[in-house]
T-cell receptor, first 118, second 116 residues
Framework: AQTVTQSQPEMSVQEAETVTLSCTYD???????LFWYKQPPSRQMILVIR??????QNATENRFSVNFQKAAKSFSLKISDSQLGDAAMYFC???????????????FGKGITLSVRP | DSGVTQTPKHLITATGQRVTLRCSPR?????VYWYQQSLDQGLQFLIQ???????AKGNILERFSAQQFPDLHSELNLSSLELGDSALYFC???????????????FGPGTRLTVL
């Protein structure tokens, strides 16, 4: 079974600065997807960014980018120019590649609470 | 707004009771997933339905059951409720079984269940 580990329960960043959230995972599969979800105080789950394991290029979405290290099974999220609205809980998630026959459930880490200081 | 709706938003009930949570997927989505978010267990996958049929089961208790109806809405039934069942229950939907290269899951706003 796959596992996702987020070892830092909380982090803080100054507004306009850059912060990196860490995530490691364990799997025996070679092809899969990785995601970062944001959960603001409203509790809505919002997809921030996704990475397909077969792609070597790191995904980028505006101020959000990832550092995907497949061999190390590491998937960190970098938030540049942090804004007050970035304050939320962030979850790292894993999903098997469905053509392997596995189901497409998401496996989540415990999450990390990010606070942004004005 | 993800397009996934869940009702009710909040539910307060007593131990031993039974409740039903409802989810309407995005228009055109055939897959529905249920997740539970609790302080103890974090976010956990419970069960998935695709076009009316159960496709995958996760850490779902025997006291819990679900179904997906012909109009594709889904209901999660929780019975013999215990204090530990208090949690936020999310429904998510996706287009299909993800035969395509990518098949994003869109989450509803959740139902917060409090068992007293």
């Amino acid at each position: 079974a796959q596992t996702v580990t987020q070892s830092q329960p909380e982090m803080s960043v100054q507004e306009a600065e850059t912060v990196t959230l860490s995530c490691t995972y364990d799997t025996s599969e070679s092809d899969y997807y990785l995601f970062w979800y944001k959960q603001p105080p409203s509790r809505q789950m919002i997809l921030v960014i996704r990475q397909e394991a077969y792609k070597q290029q790191n995904a980028t979405e505006n101020r959000f980018s990832v550092n995907f290290q497949k061999a190390a099974k590491s998937f960190s999220l970098k938030i540049s120019d942090s804004q007050l609205g970035d304050a939320a809980m962030y979850f790292c998630a894993y999903r098997s590649q469905p053509y392997t026959g596995a189901n497409s459930k998401l496996t989540f880490g415990k999450g990390i609470t990010l606070s942004v200081r004005p | 707004d993800s397009g996934v709706t869940q009702t009710p938003k909040h539910l307060i009930t007593a131990t031993g009771q039974r409740v039903t949570l409802r989810c309407s997927p995005r228009s055109g989505d055939l897959s529905v997933y249920w997740y539970q978010q609790s302080l103890d267990q974090g976010l956990q996958f419970l069960i998935q339905y695709y076009n009316g049929e159960e496709r995958a089961k996760g850490n779902i208790l025997e006291r819990f059951s679900a179904q997906q109806f012909p109009d594709l809405h889904s209901e999660l039934n929780l019975s013999s409720l215990e204090l530990g069942d208090s949690a936020l229950y999310f429904c998510a939907s996706s287009v299909g079984l993800a035969w395509t290269s990518y098949n994003e899951q869109f989450f509803g706003p959740g139902t917060r269940l409090t068992v007293l």
